[in-house]
């Protein structure tokens, strides 16, 4: 499988050989469950849809319902479809496990950043802000300052740097070292950080 859903645990740290102090996160990798199989004839693409994590079943509508019994499963709560592998050949009710990533070092996590509300430019764009009040602006201290939006052009460029909504973004990391793999855990050691709070659900990538 090119991937896995998975969760975020939190970060701890490992030692290297040469006694080097290397910060990296904990990621629970599946087990995931093969819930459907897209095809050219059926869906116009290839795709394997994989789910993770248990749902209640009263919390799962009838169509979610008959989709997982379809395919031999109980309710999941994430459904995400990845590309398939060559001269691999799955089936709807397959788990895939941690041990896909064993002879990979590197992978690629994707997740949503902290949601941290709408912030100023400060604390947005790390503007430096006026430092030292000047002149009786008392209020100026913080502020984005002209925006160069006179007679011409009359408008605000898009991609302006302004105040606004900060986190909550999708992000991919790429190519973060793979320290350790604990398959009885599902457990995935990786270097590096990684987005998004504890708990939160990533996809992980060859």
Known sequence: MAGLIGKKIGMTSVFSAEGKN?????????PCVVTQIKTLDNDGYEAVQLAYDDKKEKRTNKAQKGHFKKAGTSPKRKLVEFSPEEGVDYKPGDIITVDTFKDNNWVDVTGYSKGK????????????????????QHNRLRAPGSLGASSYPSRVFKGMRMAGRTGNARVKILNLKVIKIIPENNLIIVKGSVPGPKGSYILIEK
């Open 117 to 136: 509300g709408f912030q100023g430019v400060v604390k947005r764009y790390n503007f430096r802000g006026v430092n030292d009040a000047t002149h009786g």
């Open 22 to 30: 290397i910060p990296c996160t904990v990621l629970e990798a599946g």
